[in-house]
């Protein structure tokens, strides 16, 4: 069982205020969501505990013990899954897994997946976006790192992949304390132990539907 906590998370980018005294907390067996609208800060907040991109200030601590976030990936903390494909397009998907793979079981446990095994000679650039991101998942998910942060897993794609990646995660969080940020708020809904929204540089407790509408992440129409 690990724990992760971050409280005083604060980021401007100039005299644009990002993130203010911002706390988070995951542990082994947890997916936690964090909603926002565009621009609120979300990337942001996983870029940094990720070690990609300074914050002006966090306290980090992993199992109770100060942590440095200087060390998230040296000592492979916290494996991320950008926004952004990251995989060279050129690439067969098998040709693919030994790059972050080096054991045989660990290729196999990928390359043997159902989605993965009727892929597997497609070139990376011409899959489609939901076995894509379900690929990049695989990839990373199964990352030994006792933490995991999602950016935007289910957006764009189609329904039979999000029933996919829900699956993945549902099994994976028995192993990992799992971050996730999406605006495809049924989906993170359903897979979700607790929710947060970042709004004003701060997170906020988020229970249902009706907590996004009254802090005005969702329309009323919403519900129609
Ligand atoms: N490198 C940067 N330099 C300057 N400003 C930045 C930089 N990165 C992000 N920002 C700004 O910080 C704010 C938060 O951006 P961020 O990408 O974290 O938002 P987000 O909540 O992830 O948005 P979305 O839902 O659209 O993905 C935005 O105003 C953005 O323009």
Known sequence: MHKLSVTELTKAFGTNPVLDYAAIECKTGEIVSIFGRNGTGKSTLLKILFGTLKADRIRLSINDKPFVVEEVIPQQKIAY????????????VRDVVPLYYTSEIKQDNILYDPV???IANTKVGSLSMGQLRYFELLLIGNLSHPFLMLDEPFSMIEPLYRDKIREFLFDLKFTKGII????????VFSVADRNLLLKNGRLIAINNKEDLTDHGYLSGNTFL
């Open 81 to 92: 899954l950008p926004q952004v494909s990251f995989l060279p397009k050129s690439i067969k």
């Open 116 to 118: 993965i095994a009727k």
């Open 180 to 187: 996730l940020t999406d605006h495809y708020y049924d989906d």
